[in-house]
């Protein structure tokens, strides 16, 4: 049986990396009474997978594994006996049996959705003009940035890998909402967008003065975008 675990991560976790994230779920997998299958062979190991791992320094509501189980309890009891073991900035949101035909969550993902704020004590960016981000995102057909890679550069036509862009104002200071492609084939990271958007308007993005939150991860089914978090049902 397959199960998907929805997730947050805040405040200390957000700068604990993914492996040692991989490994804190391995034991509370077995501190929560979670009967997760394990593989077979010389060296078994817990059977999960994460959907797409957060970078070091990102918050997030929208968070997925999936596991394996033998036998499982409802979701309302698993998901409060997962949270009594869980430290502080870890908290799970969702427990639901997968179907049969419902992809895995590392390779159902197709997009993310952020919201980008800029932190107290550095300087707020002139970006509340919606005609800015107008004439940058909405009017042109192709919007061509380089993105250096490991052996070389790669340019991008951010036009067909950003889904939404937007900005509104909270207390005075702006918010910018971003969906963008994920996954194994394209992966664009918000910050990239973000920079290209400061270049646009003449002016350079400090990466230190931003604070990054996933709101949610999405698989694409029959041409339309749904949250990872939608598939599968409660157990009851």
Do not use: W
């Not at 309890?73 to 949270?83: A, G, H, M, P, R």
């Amino acid at each position: 049986m397959r199960i998907r675990i929805k997730f947050r991560k805040s405040g200390v976790m957000k700068f604990i990396g993914h492996l040692d994230i991989m490994r804190y779920f391995q034991k509370c997998m077995r501190r929560g009474d979670i009967d997760i299958a394990y593989s077979e062979g010389f060296s078994p190991h817990q059977i999960m997978s994460f959907a797409a791992p957060l970078g070091v320094g990102v918050t997030s509501d929208g968070e997925y594994l999936d596991i394996e189980v033998r036998s499982t309890k409802s979701s309302k009891e698993s998901i409060q006996n997962l949270n009594e073991v869980m430290v502080e900035g870890i908290e799970i949101t969702s427990y639901r049996r997968l179907g049969d035909s419902d992809k895995k969550a590392m390779s159902a993902v197709a997009a993310a959705d952020y919201e980008i704020r800029i932190k107290e004590g550095y300087e707020v960016p002139k970006a509340d003009d919606q005609d800015v981000l107008e004439r940058f995102f909405v009017k042109p057909k192709e919007i061509l940035i380089s993105k250096k890679t490991k052996k070389s550069e790669k340019v991008m036509d951010l036009k067909k890998l950003v889904y939404d862009f937007r900005i509104f104002m909270e207390n005075d200071r702006p918010v910018f909402y971003l969906k963008v492609c994920t996954g194994s084939t394209d992966n664009l990271k918000p910050e990239l967008v973000l920079s290209a958007f400061y270049e646009f308007m003449g002016q350079t993005l400090n990466p230190f003065s931003i604070q990054i939150h996933r709101l949610d991860v999405y698989g694409e089914e029959e041409g339309r975008l749904v949250s990872l978090g939608e598939m599968g049902e409660e157990i009851l």
